[in-house]
């Protein structure tokens, strides 16, 4: 369930579900059911099912936040639901916990089939979405579930990305190692207390909003938070609603507490909504508000090891949020590692299932019972390079990553320019009028050609394979007609291939009706999920990496100016990053354009831009830097093509909107 999906967008057991249940009881009756002991032995290296998912205990506890979010008076109590092995509480041994925080356990729902938390006749928990639970708790782990406040079964109110939405699971962190208050009930005063069964040793995991929220918990640096995984997960909240001033989709936060807080506090929120709407300037000026949802200065801070999972065609949580998140990890060096796919935003469980499972074990393992299972020194990167077929890194990015730049030039006609390393020609410009009916995709499939809303430049047709990788910047300098402009910059990948089709419905996967099972069931919380497969694409080119800029805001990224028609001004648009092999046979191409349909809110006005193309490049992080593209583009070269047929395919969007239920998004 992701934080937004697009506006446009009962199973049977298969025997191959059947067989996989099987094997699964089968190895849970040949694994001694001794306990914890042997789970701690010298020289285990994989915790095993050998505790009773069935008898597990399960209950709701209520936790101190130390926040009055709501302003009745009282500290508010988050609900944290929890699912742990009872053998091991008989046997006085402690376990350690993995927590997803969310504020969509009763509103949308988690995971491709939005499943919900569901409760029986007296509020004990009896569902617990997604497999989590139902693998781990058997392997000594307790799951705990965190609803964030003004969510489900919590007091406050929900503040999006806020003080009170990291405050809600920081809280419950502290309580698991003993620093918090917890209570039996939401309103009385009986003590629940977690050090009798913790460690005190948490993983924090989720997708979208829930991986947001445990970025900003480990940026708080809490004691006891060992790792995280986010997938799809935000690092800036800004950079969800803005880019560089220039506003993406609704610019305005408030409307998703107010679609996530539950009934209860829909009445009570009111005035917390306003005080988001009021701090969160459309403008797209930076406030206080933003810097407090901002966890990408605060990575000095993080203790816990960080596995970022994304999708690099992510239209949602755009590729950005991971690439300054993982270049300020990088600097503090904090031990990381990450997975990169060709999907939008779908978690890994729905694209690499088994090979997620049997990683995401192997990492919990390591960082939560200290299991010397050797996942740390594996490589630190796997890159979907194709659909299905992936390849790995020992560092990411590269260590011969190298930043070079290239410059545009002109070309045989009117923005149809060339890209390469040689300067532009003294006084060479290119001129196109912000269209907001267009965007990426239909200035891509006409690159050959002079089209008024967009300039594009090309290199020569490659000799050898090129590989971008990591984050890229480009510099405009462009004069205006009007007192407002927007930019975007877009990489494009121009040649045939088959990719995940990103733009249509789930994304880069096509759910199906069997299903396969992921440990143990109970009568109410089933292991068994519908299993999934690629939804190709096959296209005329890929877009690699897209950026966009308010150019006022040329002086001041915090703060945007009216313009000066006539006036030159130069900004850096930031790039998303990416990690892409332009092959040999291709070209690269980099495009310049206004507003890009469906993923920007158009200026005021229309504006036509003229690029001073002296003072244009793109600076790229190629592996094998200057030298790499030296010789990719060297040799024997096809000529421009003539492009009289049908434009070239590519891989359209949607224009992101409000979260929809059972979506893979």
Known sequence: MPIRVRRTRGARLSCRTLAVAATAALMSALVPQAGAADQAAPGVRESRPVYSYGDAVRESVWVDTGLDGDGD???????????????????GRKIPVIMDASPYYACCGRGNESQKKTYDAA??????????DNYFVPRGYAFAAVDLAGTNRSDG?????????????KAVVDWLNGRARGYTTRTGSERARATTWSTGKVGMIGKSWDGTVANGVAATGVEGLE??????????????????????????????SEYVNSPEAQGRCGAVQERITAATPYSGDWTRAWSERNHVPDARKVRASVFVVHGQQDLNVRANQFGQWWDALAAHGVERKIWLSQTGHVDPFDFRRADWVRTLHRWFDHHLLGYDNGIDREPMADIERAPDRWTTDRVWPPRATEPTTLRPGTGP?????????TPAAPGATETFTDDPAQGETDWAARIDESTPAKAGFTTRTLTRDLRLSGSSTVTVTATPTTA??????????LGPDTIRDYGAAGEGITTLIERSCWGASTSGDSACFKETEARTADVGFTVVSRGWADLGTWANPAKG?????????????KLAATDHVVPAGHRLALIVGGTDKDL?????????????????????????GASAFARATAGTVDARPARTGPPLTGVGHARPGIPVPGEAR
């Open 413 to 421: 006609a009117p923005g149809v320019g060339t890209l390469g390393r």
């Open 157 to 169: 109110c929900d503040d999006v990305g806020g003080r009170s939405d990291v405050q809600s699971a």
């Open 600 to 624: 920007l809110d158009p200026p005021s006005t229309t504006p036509t831009l003229t690029l001073d193309l002296t003072r244009t490049s793109a600076r790229l992080a190629l592996v094998g």
């Open 73 to 91: 008076g009282r500290a508010d109590r988050v609900a944290v639901d929890i699912v742990r092995p009872r053998e091991a509480a008989a046997s």
């Open 227 to 256: 790792t995280i995984v986010p997938i799809g997960a935000i690092s800036s909240w800004y950079d969800y609603f803005h880019s560089q001033g220039a506003p993406l989709y609704d610019a305005n936060p408030s409307w998703l």
């Open 484 to 493: 407002t402009a927007h930019l975007t910059a877009v990489l494009v990948d």
């Open 561 to 573: 100016r009216p313009l000066t028609p006539g006036t030159a001004y130069t900004i850096t648009l």
């Open 123 to 132: 509020g004990n928990p009896v569902q617990f979405p997604l497999f989590y």
